[in-house]
């Protein structure tokens, strides 16, 4: 059996990785339009954003109510590890909003009517607590769930890559991570060959660092 909460953990970070490149999505489509909110292409932007805020909230929902018990093996930190998938979460509604209010969601929907609350109905519990592999509707991929027949049992043990910043490093564009000598920060992509790693902070918030200004703390596990 798999901890509930470090596949809460897993399902947290597949869906800051979707919210990251669809906040890039919308930067793009808005540096394009003139007129703020006119177009198919942003109205589709408006319902995917209604979608991850639903997601971002029952998955919120979920963490809230897992509780050390339901674990099946003892995990000293447990309080520590929920409160920080609780931040990262409320980060992702913050930076939801934010979209929301960038696309005029609420002019928007007046035009989207029944369209709005039919994709809102429609949204379904995070992968994680399904029992197969689901079909995403904003990419199109297959996202393999924790608990199907055909996950590694090495999965439930899924920790995201920590690293410690050498130096400060201050936000030069949209997007950019800003950090302070010392602090740690997880590592969510490091697979860019541009020498830039997608990463976290404890509040949740994501961006770009530069990866020369920070090195990768070893997990237990790496070091056994």
Same mark, same amino acid.
């Given at each position: 059996? =798999?901890?509930?909460?470090?596949?809460?953990?897993?399902?947290?970070?597949?869906?800051?990785? $979707? *919210?990251?490149?669809?906040?890039?999505?919308?930067?793009?489509? &808005?540096?394009?339009?003139?007129?703020? *909110?006119?177009?198919?292409?942003?109205?589709?932007?408006?319902?995917?954003?209604?979608?991850?805020?639903?997601?971002?909230?029952?998955?919120?929902?979920?963490?809230?109510?897992?509780?050390?018990? @339901?674990? #099946?093996?003892?995990?000293?930190?447990?309080? %520590?590890?929920?409160?920080? $998938?609780?931040?990262?979460?409320? @980060?992702?509604?913050?930076?939801?909003?934010?979209?929301?209010?960038? &696309?005029?969601?609420?002019?928007?929907?007046?035009?989207?009517?029944? %369209?709005?609350?039919?994709?809102? =109905?429609?949204?379904?519990? #995070?992968?994680?607590? %399904?029992?197969?592999?689901?079909?995403?509707?904003?990419?199109?991929?297959?996202?393999?769930?924790?608990?199907?027949?055909?996950?590694?049992?090495?999965? =439930?043990?899924?920790?995201?890559?920590?690293? *410690?910043?050498?130096?400060?490093?201050?936000?030069? %564009?949209?997007?950019?991570?800003?950090?302070?000598?010392?602090?740690?920060?997880?590592?969510?992509?490091?697979?860019?060959?541009?020498?830039?790693?997608?990463?976290?902070?404890?509040? @949740?918030?994501?961006? &770009?660092?530069?990866?020369?200004?920070?090195?990768?703390? $070893?997990?237990?596990?790496?070091?056994?």
């Amino acid at each position: 059996m =798999s901890s509930p909460l470090l596949s809460a953990k897993k399902a947290v970070a597949a869906l800051s990785n $979707e *919210v990251e490149v669809f906040r890039r999505e919308c930067a793009d489509v &808005l540096q394009g339009e003139d007129i703020g *909110v006119s177009g198919q292409e942003t109205r589709n932007l408006c319902m995917r954003c209604v979608q991850y805020q639903d997601r971002t909230e029952q998955l919120l929902n979920h963490v809230e109510s897992l509780t050390v018990d @339901g674990e #099946p093996k003892k995990m000293a930190d447990f309080t %520590q590890r929920k409160r920080q $998938e609780l931040r990262r979460l409320q @980060g992702l509604q913050d930076r939801l909003n934010n979209l929301s209010s960038q &696309l005029e969601i609420s002019d928007v929907d007046n035009v989207l009517g029944s %369209q709005l609350s039919e994709a809102s =109905s429609d949204v379904t519990l #995070p992968p994680h607590l %399904q029992g197969s592999t689901v079909e995403t509707t904003q990419t199109g991929s297959t996202v393999g769930v924790a608990g199907s027949e055909d996950d590694d049992p090495s999965d =439930s043990d899924y920790e995201l890559p920590q690293a *410690v910043a050498l130096a400060s490093y201050e936000a030069q %564009q949209d997007g950019d991570l800003a950090v302070t000598e010392g602090e740690v920060i997880y590592v969510v992509d490091m697979t860019r060959e541009d020498g830039w790693w997608r990463a976290e902070n404890e509040d @949740g918030v994501c961006g &770009l660092v530069p990866s020369n200004h920070f090195e990768v703390i $070893e997990s237990d596990s790496a070091s056994d």
